[in-house]
């Protein structure tokens, strides 16, 4: 059985670094990518960040580049996310997913994942 399970989230100033883990269990296959989304209150499921299990090639939406980075420890099946120079807009719920095997071009996309996790919160506030 497939599970993601998030854990880092909390209440942080602005400014401020956060990183959220995401212990993925119940697969062996390196052909998915694992990452992140978040959701605000009356907000769309917004796709933040991606890396591939295979090869650790990474994919960040535009928003976050720069500021956030995704990595990833296959021993320990756990994919992190560093988030620096937080702002009050990044607050959200923060959601951990696997994509299906479709390729760089899909990730992003919530009718890509196949699993998700039941999210973890992130506020940025002071």
């Known amino acids: ?6 854990s880092g ?9 956060l990183t959220l ?8 296959e390196d052909i998915y990518a694992i990452g992140w989304f978040r959701q605000a209150p009356g907000k769309e499921r917004e796709g933040l960040s991606f890396i591939f299990i295979s090869n650790s090639e990474t994919w960040y939406t535009e928003s976050v580049k720069g500021r956030f980075t995704i990595s990833i420890d296959t021993a320990k099946n756990m994919v ?3 988030m620096n120079s937080l702002k009050p807009e990044d607050t959200s719920v923060y959601y951990c997913a696997r ?3 479709l390729g760089r ?10 699993y998700w996790g039941k999210g973890t ?3 940025v506030s002071s």
């Open 1 to 6: 059985q497939v599970k993601l399970v998030e």
């Open 9 to 17: 989230g909390g209440l942080v100033q602005p400014g401020g670094s």
């Open 21 to 28: 883990s995401c212990a993925a269990s119940g697969f062996t």
């Open 80 to 82: 992190y996310l560093q």
């Open 99 to 101: 994509s299906r095997p």
């Open 105 to 114: 071009d899909w990730l992003g996309f919530e009718y890509a994942m196949d």
């Open 121 to 123: 919160l992130v506020t």
